[in-house]
Structures are given as structure tokens and as C-alpha cells.
């Protein structure tokens, strides 16, 4: 039996990234475990140990614009999106003739310290950081920095305690 089971966990690990390509192509969405789409790093000091425990395929990691890390013994709940691009504005597409849908170069890296709670459904959108710590809300919207050992939530998300 245990060879069954090797030889299985053999195959699907051969095979998983032809699966993953010949999904992409056909349009269909695969949950892929800590999977970071753009190019700049997703950085998780846990390893494999907190992505398998910690961190649901349910997550997204958009890294188009700038790095995300992620501190150990983050968890975080379902559905929660971590988005380093950001679209240009009106008035910087009328001043440099970039479409609306295009996105800024870099410099919107995320940074989630220890020991944190990120909430199912929250949405961080960079640059920002985030300290030791810190209770993220359900459905929250982060869009600014925030300190240590907080609770913080809402839309935009603000301070409601101090832990």
C-alpha cells in the first residue's frame, strides 16, 4: 500500500505542472498553493510548512508590480488578495498617454510581519506593511502602512483596537 501511495504522490508531482500549463491555455482557473502571478517574488519565511498549513490555495498573490513577504506564522483566511499593481489614474493617462488598464512599474511592495491574521475575503492593495502581530478583519480593504500588534479592519481599514 505505501508504495501505491509513493508511486501516486510520484506521478501528480511529475504531472501537476503540465496539468497547471494546459489549464492556463484552455482558460481554466486552477487553486495553485501560494502561487504568485507577475513578476517579482513572493517571499514566505515559513516554507512549505506555513503554505501548507497557513495559507489556503484560495489565495491570491498578484506580484506585477513589486514583491510581497510574509512573515512566519501569518495566517491567513479564505479568499484573502494581495495586490501589488495599481492602474493609473485619469490625470496620469492624460498626461502620459498610457491607457487606463496599464499598471505601474514598481515600488508596491507588500510586507506582512509575524505572527499576523489576515481575514477571509481581506484585500491589501500596495505598497504597505503591515507589523508583528496585527488582526486583519474579514472583508477589509488595506491600502496604507500600520504598526505592531493591532486590530484592524473596515473599508478603507483603520484601528478599531490595540492587542
Known sequence: MSRIKDFLRLVVRLTRPLVWKVASVYGFALNRPAYAQGDYDLVIEGGANQIRHQIPTSCYFNTRCGDISIGVGTVFGEGVSLLTGKHVNI???EETGQALNSIHGIGCDIKIGRGCYVGTNAILIGPLE??????????????????????????????????
Open 91 to 93: 490625470s496620469q493617462s
Open 130 to 163: 503591515i507589523g508583528d502581530h496585527v488582526v486583519i478583519g474579514a472583508g477589509s480593504v488595506v491600502t496604507k502602512s500600520f504598526g505592531s500588534r493591532l486590530f484592524i479592519a473596515g473599508n478603507p481599514a483603520r484601528v478599531i483596537s490595540n492587542i
